[in-house]
């Protein structure tokens, strides 16, 4: 079966620190990957989507970037973080087919001071 | 500009008792509708996902309900309990890769 990690579950870092985020998925091969940011009170806004190794789509501007090293590997940075960049961040994973059905992991909580 | 509007934005209930959440959109091309519950500060998980096709489906306690021509979704839960204390939320899909969310419902049953 198929899980998707995510690691750290809660982070507080200060203004102007850098950020880096992980999402890991297990059992399943060529999943197309996904980051979200959730703030409160908001629907999901989607930062980030990758159909493959070293292909990153962004879908809105801003100070945070995606990279995916490995085939079931997604990072989330930021060089500096910005108090605006608080938020719930969720990882998610799907396969083509199954009307592109999307499974979210855990989440990370992150709340810049 | 696509939009999915859920309404109400918090309901609260007794436990055992049922109710309805409703979800409009404006999304097109359309190509599914998915209801996802999310318990506070967890990943969203989903319940149903339909079809232009289909006008309903059911996961156990819980029933959607879709009007493609109205462009209307409804999520019934009958005989609540109070682990369906959550967010639900309404979420509508082109076909692609890209995602339409609704700000969701927050759902509180009380003893």
């Known amino acids: 079966s198929q899980t998707i990690h995510q690691w750290p579950a809660t982070l507080v870092q200060p203004v102007g620190s850098p950020l880096s985020l992980e999402c890991t998925v297990e059992?399943?091969?060529?999943?197309?990957l996904y980051w979200y940011r959730q703030a409160a009170g908001r629907g999901l806004q989607l930062l980030f989507y990758s159909v493959g190794i070293g292909q990153i789509s962004s879908e809105v501007p801003q100070n945070l970037s995606a990279s995916r090293p490995q085939d079931r590997q997604f990072i989330l940075s930021s060089k500096k973080l910005l108090l605006s960049d608080s938020g719930f961040y969720l990882c998610a994973w799907s396969v083509l087919g199954s009307y592109n059905e999307q499974f979210f992991g855990p989440g990370t909580r992150l709340t810049v001071l | 500009k696509n939009q999915v509007e859920q309404s109400p934005q918090s309901l609260i209930i007794l436990e055992g008792k049922n109710c309805t959440l409703q979800?409009?959109?404006?999304?097109?091309?359309?190509?599914?509708l998915r209801w996802y519950k999310q318990d506070t500060g967890r990943g969203p998980v989903s319940l149903t996902i339909?079809?232009?096709?289909?006008n309903t489906k059911s996961n156990g306690r819980y029933t959607a309900t879709l009007d493609a021509d109205t462009k209307q979704s409804s999520l019934h839960i009958t005989a609540s309990q109070l682990s369906d204390s959550a967010s639900y939320i309404c979420?509508?899909?082109?076909?692609?890769?890209?995602?339409?969310f609704g700000t969701g419902t927050r759902l509180t049953i009380i003893p």
């Open positions: 339909m079809t232009f096709s289909e």
């Open positions: 059992g399943t091969s060529n999943p197309n």
């Open positions: 979800c409009n959109y404006t999304v097109s091309p359309f190509s599914n």
């Open positions: 979420v509508v899909s082109e076909g692609n890769e890209k995602l339409t």
